[in-house]
């Protein structure tokens, strides 16, 4: 593999131009950085963009040259560096260093869907706390509490503040939160399955 090929491999079009500020919409669909436009008509494609509105077209390498005017060579410098790639331009790559691509491309894939999961485990806690707030409070003072809406009452305030935190964070602070985001998960799951009256 050549240093053009492993950066393709490894840092695909999407990831790239939000790097860069493209503004990326609904369905991988951006806003064209190539002409004036108010409604995306550029299509990021996981390895090429195309742009229905001016016909720009090219991979990661491409869209980063045409970015910021450099050459190919130079914008694969600048990705390497952007994207902590550790490549070596100087020097023809071997097996060993395919084999890292390939892993460290698993690392990316494994993190992202991980992160995936992450985002949506805390929107789903924010979400269902609100609801139980709502929805279990009791009607009469005297009723005996649900132990959801005694849990949504203890951490409304924190499910807020570790959303909003996951969502700030970089990506070595979110993967401290791991344990956090795992209990919170169990949490939500073991409160939603039971039987929950009589607390009191
Ligand atoms: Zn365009």
């Known amino acids: 593999m050549t ?7 490894l840092v695909d079009v999407p990831t790239a131009a939000c790097h860069y500020g493209v503004e990326v919409h609904h369905g991988n669909m951006a806003i064209c950085p190539f002409h004036h436009e108010r409604t995306p008509s550029c299509k990021l494609y996981e390895r090429n963009y195309h742009c229905f509105g001016c016909g720009a077209h090219g991979d990661v390498i491409r869209l980063v040259q045409e970015l910021f005017g450099l050459t190919p060579m130079e914008a694969v410098k600048q990705i390497n560096s952007d994207f902590s790639l550790g490549l070596d331009a ?8 395919t084999l890292l691509i ?27 706390i609100r609801d139980w707030g709502r929805q279990y409070a009791p009607s009469r003072p005297e009723e005996s509490q649900d132990a959801r809406f005694v849990y949504a009452l203890h951490y409304a305030g924190y499910a807020e503040y570790i959303a909003n935190e996951f969502m ?10 791991k344990e956090d985001i795992e209990r919170i998960e169990k949490e939500i799951k073991e409160l939603a399955g039971e039987s929950h009256r009589g607390i009191n």
Do not use: C, N
């Open 3 to 9: 240093i053009f090929e492993e950066v393709k491999e």
């Open 90 to 97: 100087r020097r023809p790559p071997d097996r060993a260093d």
């Open 102 to 128: 390939q892993r460290k491309k698993q690392e990316r894939k494994a993190y992202a869907k991980w992160e995936h999961h992450a985002f949506e485990v805390l929107k789903d806690y924010v979400w269902t």
């Open 168 to 177: 700030l964070a970089d990506k070595e602070e979110r993967l401290s939160m």
